[in-house]
């Protein structure tokens, strides 16, 4: 499933998108960013409630197809100018991190 | 590029600013994406080089990236005059940190950096001395 579909279909809210034909399969939620760009899989999504400058960095370098920001959790104005710099694909939404993994692996496994 | 060379990057990563960190391994992902290195080797680069600029500026006041890009790898040189680790194996374990909590609050310093180096690197080296500074090596090897 591509991206935007993604979005889509969990009513993400889109703070930037600038790779929306993006196929993701996949993903990881975690916080701590070294473990997540140890384990985060290649063009999978990624949820967590981080909301900093790196997480833009560490979506980018480790590869990840989005990152959905969990909980409410609104992206720093510096991790949104960076994302979108990028070309970081940067979601969010009001579900908890727990509710977002079940629904995601519904769809894309 | 033939057998015999090889492409030589550098650059200066700043200390202090966790903001910042990550230009450097960037500025190398795009440079290999134009070469047309493979996505995977790319990654692999990307995490080790991201993780030392991390622990450059995170314990060392930044340093010096070097990469070095052949046909069959990436050699990666990172090079800074910090402190130095005094205790290089009690330093590979993973969850062994002496970050700040300032380091922790942002989301670094859960002690997987080191770890996630040599994982995702075929060869990883480490020189230190304390008080004069670190150099790690890591090379990738790209997939024939």
């Known amino acids: 499933m591509i991206v935007r579909q993604l979005a889509d279909e969990l009513d993400l809210t889109v703070f930037a998108m600038d790779d929306p ?4 399969a996949g993903g990881y939620c975690g916080d701590l960013l070294s473990w997540v760009m140890g384990r985060a899989v290649a063009g999978g999504a990624w949820l ?15 590869d ?9 959790v609104q992206p720093d104005p510096a991790l949104l100018d960076k994302a979108r710099l990028q070309g970081v ?3 969010g939404t009001a579900m908890p991190t727990y509710a977002c993994a079940g629904k995601l692996h519904g769809l894309i496994g | 590029m033939n057998g015999d060379d090889r492409i030589h990057l550098s650059y200066q990563v700043e200390g202090g600013d966790l903001t910042r960190a990550g230009e450097a391994s960037s500025g190398v992902k795009q440079t290999l994406r134009k070469l047309g290195i493979d996505p995977g080797t790319i990654r692999r680069v990307s995490v080790c080089m991201y993780e030392g600029e991390i622990n450059m500026v995170i314990h060392a ?16 040189t990172l090079t800074d005059y910090g402190p130095g680790i005094p205790d290089i194996d009690k330093a590979m374990q993973a969850g062994w940190s002496t970050a700040a909590d300032s380091v922790r609050d942002l989301g670094f310093g859960a002690g997987m950096g080191l770890p996630n180096m040599k994982k995702y690197s075929d060869e990883m080296k480490i020189k230190s001395i304390v008080g004069v500074g670190t150099t790690v090596t890591m090379v990738v090897k790209i997939p024939s």
Do not use: F, W, Y
Request: glycine share 8%; aromatic share 0%; with cysteine.
């Open chain 1, 21 to 24: 034909d993006r196929e993701t």
């Open chain 1, 48 to 62: 967590t409630i981080m909301s900093n400058v790196n997480v833009a960095a560490v979506a980018a370098l480790a």
């Open chain 1, 64 to 72: 990840v197809a989005c990152v959905i920001l969990t909980e409410g």
């Open chain 1, 89 to 91: 694909n940067l979601l």
């Open chain 2, 61 to 76: 006041n930044g340093g010096l990236a070097m990469v070095d890009v052949g046909l069959d790898d990436i050699t990666i």
